[in-house]
């Protein structure tokens, strides 16, 4: 028997029974990978999430918010994997194409199911996939894949990302005191469809409103008045299979941060529980 670096124990000869038997409260799986240009990123990334052990259990909803490189035609072809496409007739940022996923699972989704939100370009690993599984089993509500716990790292990405990612998380942990939480801004995430439920029948379309980057750090703000169970699993981060530049730019997500602290500060806690 092993452990590997998710946190899945193995023995010789592991079938899929097994994890499926690791992971048995959960439901299906949706993953929602919101897409802006990366028709050179999707293929290799459906290919890993269709090579996961319980991917006969995963829906994948891509997001083309908008994209003229021909990101919405990666979808077809996908062998062994459920796939299916939500349009953007423009760009409309992350934040966006993140709400419209999660809407279009949450009209599918029983309350049993899970929703796995995952970057499309390729950087984040979907062989964690039952590793968040398993910890949704044990109890947990929202699961990260956090990069500032013991085994996660990225060192991959390029310094001011680095630097941006952990000033952030610095800041808010500081101010927003969501126990649980180290990593703010990772956007490798598991939800219970039930959790994303009660938010939703509260905030409505409001549950995600920023355009850009700071939609990671909203999501988990309004989520925190729902008080649910977080955990954290490693996260390696693969910014070296990343095919294009990132289309975080520095200046705008810093605002939108402080834009975003600014209104949860002053915005009224919901008067009822969630």
Known sequence: MRVDEHGIRHSAGATTAAVQNEI???????????????????????????????ADRITVWVIDDGSSDGTADCVAGVRG????????????????????????????????????VMDADDTHDPGVIPALLKEISNGADVVICSRFVEGGDDSTAPRWRRVLSRGATLVFSKIVRFEGVQDFTSGFRAYRVSLLNRATAHWGERLVEERGFACMVELLMKL?????????????????????????????????YLLLL??????????RKL
Do not use: M, W
Not at 27 to 53: F, M
Not at 91 to 110: C, I, K
Not at 230 to 243: A, G, M, N, W
């Open 81 to 116: 994997l459920d796939v299916r496409l939500v349009r953007h007739p423009v760009n409309l940022g992350l934040g966006q194409a993140v709400q419209s996923g999660l809407r279009a699972v949450l009209a599918e989704a029983a309350p049993d199911h899970v929703v796995i």
């Open 262 to 271: 600014t209104r949860d500060r002053l915005a009224p806690v919901p008067f």
């Open 224 to 256: 925190r008045h729902c008080a649910p169970v977080v955990t954290e699993i490693p996260l390696k981060l693969r910014y070296d299979r990343k095919p294009s530049p990132s289309k975080l730019r520095l200046g705008r997500t810093l605002v939108q």
């Open 24 to 54: 048995r409260t959960c439901g299906d799986i949706h993953v929602v990978l919101p897409a802006y240009n990366e028709a050179a990123a999707l293929p290799p990334l459906l290919r890993r999430i269709a090579d996961v052990e319980i």
